[in-house]
Nanobody
Framework: QVQLVESGGGLVQAGGSLRLSCAAS????????VGWFRQAPGKEREFVAALRWSGGSSLYADSVKGRFTASRDYAKNTVYLQMNSLKPEDTAVYYCAATMQLGVPRRANEYDRWGQGTQVTVPS
């Protein structure tokens, strides 16, 4: 089973950028879909973006479309989430997750491997 190691969170002013990383450990991401989710205090975990490791288009939540970009680096066995034009409402703990389910799932319960989470804070 793949293990997920996240990094890259922090505090950034509104309008700024951050890049989150999700590295595979123990095995590669081959055959996996890698997703990004976030959870703000008092709210449910919500889908942000996802991509299939083998290729193809990424999928995004409407709230981040045009601002966030998910990408993969085959050499580093790492998935990234580039976050631009950050807003206070993007403040949350961000998680990467992996699944071998078909398609590109958007529901958290379809993912069975999770990273430890990383805090992103955009002050208002």
């Amino acid at each position: 089973q793949v293990q997920l190691v996240e990094s890259g969170g922090g505090l950034v002013q509104a309008g700024g950028s951050l890049r989150l990383s999700c590295a595979a450990s123990g095995r590669t991401f081959v055959s996996y879909v890698v997703g990004w989710f976030r959870q703000a205090p008092g709210k449910e975990r919500e889908f942000v973006a996802a991509l299939r490791w083998s290729g193809g288009s990424s999928l995004y939540a409407d709230s981040v479309k045009g601002r966030f970009t998910a990408s993969r680096d085959y050499a580093k066995n790492t998935v990234y989430l580039q976050m631009n034009s950050l807003k206070p409402e993007d403040t949350a703990v961000y998680y990467c997750a992996a699944t071998m389910q078909l398609g590109v799932p958007r529901r958290a319960n379809e993912y069975d491997r999770w990273g430890q989470g990383t805090q992103v804070t955009v002050p208002s």
